[in-house]
């Protein structure tokens, strides 16, 4: 991937990496998290339902998890244009550290008591696993009451890890610090992602794109911590990223690098590439670099029309 691509690949990157409200997540819904947590997207329903662009992105970039989700949703009688008001998803290690795995949390009103009793007159049993009943959704997913307004889902060997965090003693969220104060810093926003220090590097390595394969980006790679990103549709596109490294001289270093690519694309890119690119900044301090785009509903959907948007999000 040319560099010239590093700022659409750092918008998009997050929202790709799970081939994902801005309500802070629920009590109930944190205590199925697992500590080891790689990356959590959230979306907040409510904002998209309410913004144009938000939709026009979700919809050039939706993965087929949600896609499918979605799906099996309806087909439980669950409708989640009127019912979702937060989706979320985490992806996490498994206990041995051998691979990833996913979960999705799915937070509304639903009505619970009406999907019980179409489950029993289709003579559908939940399996139990420790405290839970777990329900089929079909393409392979599963699901979970973890209250009336709380869904868990995923395939069933991510479930039970879910489950074992909030019945089996499994360590969760709230033990790994740097995730749980991410997340508190961000939560509020309409679409927002944490990164851990595996997942931030893998990120910057794919938005930095030709200069990620240098032999100095090795160097820095390493000193990358964490990060998290926002994005909000209030007024215009608003989206804010921020890298936490180990120290500033990291931090200084890496901020040139996306200075570079940022002001690459400004000069090559296209007219509706660059009008998008028009107010966005990269500063550094301590050991934080920060990333900062603004622009307007139209401009935004032009830059989601352009040639490098399919070409990144393919």
Known sequence: MPMKQLFTTIVLSGLLCLPAAAAPLSSNAQTVIPSSIQQVISVDYRDLRDSQTAQA??????PDN????????KGAGIDPDKDVEQLTFVSFRDPKGAMLRS???A??????????????????????????????????????????????????NAIKAAIDVRDNGAQSLQTNNTMSDLITNVDNAAIWSVLDQAGTQNMMRSALGE??????????????????????FTSGVTFDLNVKTSDAVTAASLSG????????????????????????????????????????????QALLKSDLFAAVSR
Do not use: C
């Open 257 to 300: 690098l996306m200075k570079a690519g940022v002001l690459y694309r400004k000069m090559s890119g296209t007219s509706s590439e660059k009008l998008a690119l028009e107010n966005t900044t990269v500063d550094s301090s301590n050991d934080t670099v920060s990333m900062h785009f603004k622009t307007d509903d139209q401009k935004f």
């Open 107 to 156: 937070q509304g009103p639903f009505k619970q008591k009406d999907f019980l009793l179409k489950m029993k007159a289709r003579k559908i049993q939940p399996a139990k696993y420790l405290l839970a009943s777990i329900y089929p959704m079909g393409s392979g997913m599963q699901m979970v009451f973890l209250d009336p307004t709380t869904i868990l889902f995923g395939d069933i």
């Open 57 to 62: 992105l979700r919809d050039r970039v939706m």
């Open 211 to 232: 200069a990620g394969s240098l032999t100095d980006y090795d160097v820095v790679k390493k000193r990358l911590l964490a990060s998290d990103y926002t994005m909000n």
């Open 66 to 73: 949600i896609k499918q989700f979605e799906t099996a949703l």
């Open 103 to 105: 979960i999705g949390i």
